[in-house]
C-alpha cells in the first residue's frame, strides 16, 4: 500500500509539473528563428525581440481564455494534491477520495480547454496579427504545447485513480 500512496504522489507531482512548465514556458509554437506562446511572441534574429501578447492584438480574449485555462488547471492540481494530503490524514478507513478526484477531473478539463482553444484558433490568432506573427508561417507545435496534452492524460489518470482509491491500512 505504502508503494501504490508514493506512486500516486509521485504521478500527482509530475502533472502538476507538467502544467507549470506548459504554462510558463515559451514553447508553444516555434520554429526557426521564433518562438510563441499563450504570453509572449518572441524573434530570435540577431538578439530576442519579444512582444507581449496584450489587447493590441486581434482575438486576445480568445488568447486570454487559454491564459486563464492553464493557470486555473495549474491551481486545480496543486489544490486536489493539498485536498489529498489533508484527507490522506482525516478520512475513515474505506473511504474514497472522492473531492480530490473532483477537483483533479477539474484541472483536466481546464487543462483540456486550453489546449483545444489554442489548437482550434492558433491559425486565425496568426493569421489576424500579420505584424507579430509575419515569420511563424512555417511553425511548428513546440514542447510547452504537447506538454499541455501530457499533462491532460496525467490529470485524468490522476483523477480516475483518487475516484478508485479507497483508503485502506
Not at 23 to 36: C, L, P, Q, R, S
Not at 57 to 84: D, E, N, P
Not at 119 to 143: S, V
Amino acid at each position: 500500500m505504502l508503494v501504490l500512496l508514493a506512486f500516486i504522489i509521485i504521478f500527482h507531482i509530475t502533472s502538476a509539473a507538467l502544467l507549470f512548465i506548459a504554462t510558463i514556458d515559451n514553447a508553444w509554437w516555434v520554429g526557426d528563428g521564433f518562438f510563441a506562446d499563450v504570453w509572449k511572441v518572441c524573434f530570435t534574429v540577431n538578439s530576442t525581440n519579444c512582444t507581449d501578447i496584450d489587447d493590441s492584438f486581434v482575438y486576445y480574449s480568445t488568447m486570454q481564455a487559454v491564459q486563464a485555462s492553464m493557470i486555473l488547471s495549474t491551481i486545480l492540481c496543486c489544490i486536489a494534491f493539498l485536498i489529498f494530503l489533508l484527507q490522506l490524514f482525516r478520512l475513515k478507513q474505506g473511504e474514497r477520495f472522492v473531492l480530490t478526484s473532483i477537483i483533479q477531473l477539474m484541472s483536466c478539463l481546464c487543462v483540456m480547454i486550453a489546449a483545444s482553444i489554442y489548437t482550434d484558433r492558433r491559425q486565425d490568432i496568426h493569421n489576424h496579427n500579420w505584424e507579430f506573427y509575419t515569420l511563424t508561417a512555417e511553425g511548428t507545435y513546440g514542447y510547452s504545447f504537447i506538454l499541455a496534452w501530457v499533462a491532460f492524460a496525467f490529470t485524468f489518470i490522476s483523477g480516475l485513480m483518487y475516484l478508485i482509491l479507497r483508503k485502506r491500512k
